[in-house]
């Protein structure tokens, strides 16, 4: 990260990517945040082979944040607080290597404040089980075919809208609400 600039970039993979994306775009301070694949085998997956498990990708979301608005910390609270980072390799019914837990660092500088909150959350047995998130560098991340951008809000009545995505965001703006956009 340039010393001046206060725009950060972080990669989440916190399961199903619709999910990811809809709970981070409505955080204050997210300037853009992209769904994606990442940390797989082949160039420019398609959904298809992503969902297969084969090709190693995980569904992730790329966030642009500004570090003035809204800080690294807040983030990781969010991400933590909206899906399982107990369960490998799943989130709720979304099974495979492709829902998997993992935080995608861009500096050294995130990767200890990832590193120091999930020890925190440890430490502090927040969760029952232990965190299973992996906490990698970013890798090359591959933009999803644009009918994965904006799904949640695209397909409101969408059964898996209204049954998995919708109880995350009323969580975020219950317990967000000074983050909310």
Known sequence: MDKMSTTNIIFF????????????????????????????T?????????????????????????STIVNLNVLLAVNFSTHDPTTLNRQGYD???????????????QEQ??????AYLEN?????????????????FYSAETEHHDYYDQNLEQRYCEVVIAPKI????????????
């Open 42 to 66: 082949i160039k420019n997956p398609a959904y298809r082979e992503v969902c297969s498990g084969r090709t190693g990708h995980a569904e992730c979301v790329r966030i642009e944040y500004d």
């Open 13 to 40: 993979a916190s399961g199903c990517f619709w999910c990811t994306e809809a709970v981070f775009k409505r955080v204050k301070g997210v300037i853009a945040i992209t769904p994606g694949y990442i940390d797989g």
């Open 113 to 118: 404040i990832i590193q120091e909150y999930v």
């Open 170 to 181: 009323a969580k975020l703006r219950a317990s967000f609400v000074d983050y909310l956009k």
């Open 124 to 140: 502090e047995k927040v969760f029952d089980n232990s965190i299973v998130t992996k906490i990698k560098p970013a890798e090359t």
């Open 95 to 109: 099974v495979g290597t492709q829902y998997r837990s993992c935080i995608y660092f861009s500096t050294e500088q």
